[in-house]
């Protein structure tokens, strides 16, 4: 006979596969008063995901995560085939915290003669665009047809995305889209490095030096906020990671509202940097 008093697992959330099926899901919430939250990502769930879901329910919402490794944001010669795919660990992951996943198929968000981008500048100019020409414009289109799709009160965005947190926030003020973004402080390793699924990429070694990306940037952003002159302190950081083996894409010290170069000091600033890592391309970012 099974324990009757024995905690039960929290059963797996319910996928939906199409958007008709989502907005029945929704459409039912809603009938019951409940305010949405939508959670996007790729899958290949860890703690910093599992913290944007529980931020999520913070407040009663039912909470909607969506799964979709979107080929659009991917260049021919990145990981879109490589990166990490596992539905059953990631549904596992989100039972008890998730009310739905919506994971649809490739076909379901670009349908054939699919013929439409969201077309970005502001927040989306340099930085991993002068790396990812095409990246953004991937990101902003899927998330314009997910927000659409599930309709949320509110949609949470990482901070260790900061320029996409960014790009989303302009996104959904210019073209009228009736959800709150909301962004969530980057979650890190206890050595500094943040969460990232493309971590299982580093090998041991790489693993070990992959800490210095975020150490480099903090003490970066110790030098700049005591006086120090920031070209200074960005060419000591960039110096740093070549010396560790890093091969930098950029570190760069921006407005941290705008984006835009740094006009006055004493606003708030960003320290933003993208280096790879062996085949690993890692960023990360910190307020100064
Ligand atoms: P991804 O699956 O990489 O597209 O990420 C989905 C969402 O999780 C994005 O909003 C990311 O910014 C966010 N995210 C990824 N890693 C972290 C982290 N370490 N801390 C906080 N949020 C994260």
Redesign the pocket.
């Known amino acids: 006979m099974p324990d009757a008093a024995a905690p039960q697992p929290a059963a797996l959330p319910p996928v939906d596969r199409s958007i008709a099926d989502l907005r029945i899901r929704v459409a039912g919430w809603r009938s019951e008063g409940r305010s949405v939250s939508l ?11 599992v ?2 879901v529980r931020a999520a329910a913070a407040d009663g919402a039912r909470v909607v995560v969506s ?1 979709f490794v ?1 080929p659009t944001q991917f260049a021919p010669t990145e990981d879109f085939s490589a990166y990490p795919r596992n539905e059953e660990r990631d549904l596992a992951a989100l039972s008890g915290i998730a009310d739905a996943v919506f994971a649809p198929t490739v076909g379901e968000m670009y349908p054939p003669g699919f013929a439409t981008t969201v077309s970005l500048a502001g927040p989306a100019l340099g930085l991993e665009t002068e790396f990812r020409p095409n990246h953004f414009a991937g990101v902003a289109t899927v998330v314009a047809k997910l927000l659409l799709a599930a309709l949320p009160d509110r949609a ?7 320029q ?2 960014l790009v989303v926030r302009r996104m959904v003020r210019d073209l009228a889209i009736p959800v709150d973004i909301v962004g ?5 390793e206890a050595d500094g490095l ?5 971590n299982a990429y580093l090998s041991p070694e790489e693993r070990q030096v992959a800490p210095e990306l975020h150490r480099a940037l903090v003490i970066a952003a110790a030098a700049i906020r005591a006086g120090g002159l920031a070209v200074t302190a960005l060419a000591e950081a960039r110096q740093t990671l070549n010396d560790r083996g890093f091969d930098v894409d950029y570190v760069e010290l921006r407005d941290a509202g705008s984006l835009g170069e740094v006009t006055d000091r004493a606003a708030p600033l960003r320290l933003l940097a993208a280096a790879r890592l062996g085949r690993t391309r890692l960023i990360d970012n910190i307020p100064v």
């Open positions: 959670v996007p990502t790729m899958g290949a769930l860890h703690a910093g995901h913290e944007l799964i979107n949470l965005f990482g901070e260790k995305d900061y996409q947190l969530v402080p980057t979650i890190r943040a969460l990232s699924s493309r």
